[in-house]
């Protein structure tokens, strides 16, 4: 098939209506012996072909005293009357398909190994329209570099919360970076990701096979966008109070928040954040 009968495929036709169509255009009014040999269109089968060009008003039937013969409407009539098919058509599916009532089903929650966790990070940066929060350290912050960039690029608002005080910058993170070491109470890293306040990916990297979950699971979704706003606001308190805010940690307050930090030391835990971003 040429370019022009590729494209009436392309449009519902036949690769026979698509070959007698043109045959038609290119060499005028023919009859069925006529149009077959033009077309290479089998004779057993040129007339039930010529018919459905006149069904689908692409071509005229045209009885004449030596017998029937056909004509194609030309090129830009044909374009028009698809175009408005194509048109009515789109707009009974869109009155039909308003009127379904999708089942409610909960958000799917996808579990992560292996490469999977750092491709499916990738799609979920490039598919981010408005605003990412990430939570991220620097193994992952360069091999993600390149979609972070791209979407600072795009004008994606990005917050980053650096969970290890690199002493000098990777160059991965982008956007709003605030650096603290949070990693001290866990083995191997984390990677926390949530795009426009809808997909979340959270990931677990380290020594074994990395796992994780990509959902847009609302409670999942808020638990991992809370952690990272729980995490920026106790550290950068930390790093602003000082000493004023140890101050605070009295003797009722530790014996609630000494047991939920590493080591049942909460006062060191702050100290540690305090000193430095």
């Known amino acids: ?20 169509y043109t045959a038609l255009v290119e060499g005028g009014s023919m009859n069925g012996y006529e149009l077959a040999r033009a077309s290479g269109i089998p004779r057993a089968n040129v007339y039930g072909v010529a018919a459905k060009l006149v069904e689908r008003g692409a071509a005229h039937r045209v009885d004449t005293p030596e017998g029937t013969r056909y004509r194609a409407v030309t090129p830009a009539a044909l374009v028009r009357k698809v175009g408005d098919l194509q048109r009515r058509t789109l707009g009974r599916a869109r009155r039909a398909l308003s009127r379904l009532r999708p089942r409610e089903e909960p958000p799917a929650v996808l579990n992560l190994e292996g490469d999977e966790v750092l491709s499916r990070a990738r799609e979920v940066i490039d598919g981010a329209r408005r605003r990412l929060e990430v939570g991220i350290q620097p193994a992952e912050a360069g091999m993600l570099a390149e979609s972070l960039r791209a979407a600072s ?10 969970m290890e005080r690199c002493p000098t910058e990777c160059g991965g993170c982008q956007g709003d970076i605030h650096r603290y070491d949070l990693s001290a109470d866990r083995d191997g890293r984390w990677l926390l990701i949530v795009a426009d306040g809808r ?23 808020g638990l991992i966008s809370s952690y990272i706003a729980r995490s920026l606001t106790l550290a950068t308190l930390a790093d602003a109070g000082g000493k004023e805010l140890l101050s605070l940690l009295t003797e009722p307050v530790r014996r609630v928040l000494d047991p939920l930090y590493p080591g049942g030391d909460v006062s060191a835990y702050l100290a540690d954040l305090s000193a430095g971003s």
Request: charged content about 25%; glycine content about 12%.
């Open 1 to 20: 098939m040429d370019e022009t009968q590729t494209v009436l495929v392309d449009l519902g036709f036949s690769e026979y209506e698509a070959r007698a």
């Open 153 to 162: 690029e795009r004008g994606v608002g990005i917050l980053t919360l650096c």
């Open 199 to 221: 997909t979340a990916l959270v990931g677990a990297l380290g020594p074994d096979t990395p796992r994780g979950v990509l959902t847009e699971e609302p409670l999942l979704r």
